[in-house]
C-alpha cells in the first residue's frame, strides 16, 4: 500500500493541478468569439479527453518516478507538466496567441523526447504518454490558424 502513496499524490498534482487551472482559466466570450478551424472538437469534448489525459500522464510520471527521481525522463516529465499548465493561462487569460504557440511547440518536444527516452527505461510509461502527443499535434496548428483569422474590433488583423 506504501508504494501507491506517489501515484496518489501525482494524480492529486496532475488530475487536480489541471483541472483548477482549466476551471481558472475556462474560455471565455474571447475564445468563443475566435474563427476556428474546422477539426476544433466541441467544448464538451474538452473535460472528459483531459481527464483521462491527466491520468494517463500522472501514472507516467509515476512509473517514471518509481524508477528513478533524478533520470532524464523524469526530468522531461516535470518540464512537460510546468509547459501544459503553463499553456492555458497564456491562451484563455492572457490571449498570447503568439506566446501559446510557442509553449505548444516547447511542450510537444518535451512530451516527444520523453517518449523516446523513456522508451528503453519504461514502455508502459511511453504508451502511457503517446496519447498526450496527439492533442498537442492539433493545438499546435490551433494558433497558427487563429493568429490570421482573429480580427480586432476595428477589422484590422491583431498579432
Known sequence: MKRFGPLTLFLLLVVGGGLAIGFLTAPGEWYAGLAKPPFN???WVFAP?????????????????????SSWPMKLWWAQLVLNFLWSPVFFAAHRIGLALLVILLLLAAILAFLVMSWRQSRVAAWLFAP????????????????????????????
Open 49 to 69: 479527453v483531459w481527464t483521462a489525459l491527466y491520468v494517463l500522464i500522472a501514472v507516467a510520471g509515476w512509473r517514471t518516478f518509481e524508477r528513478d527521481r
Open 41 to 43: 472538437p466541441p467544448n
Open 132 to 159: 498526450y502527443a496527439l492533442p498537442q499535434c492539433a493545438k499546435n496548428d490551433h494558433p497558427c490558424q487563429l493568429r490570421t483569422s482573429l480580427k480586432s474590433p476595428s477589422g484590422s488583423k491583431t498579432q
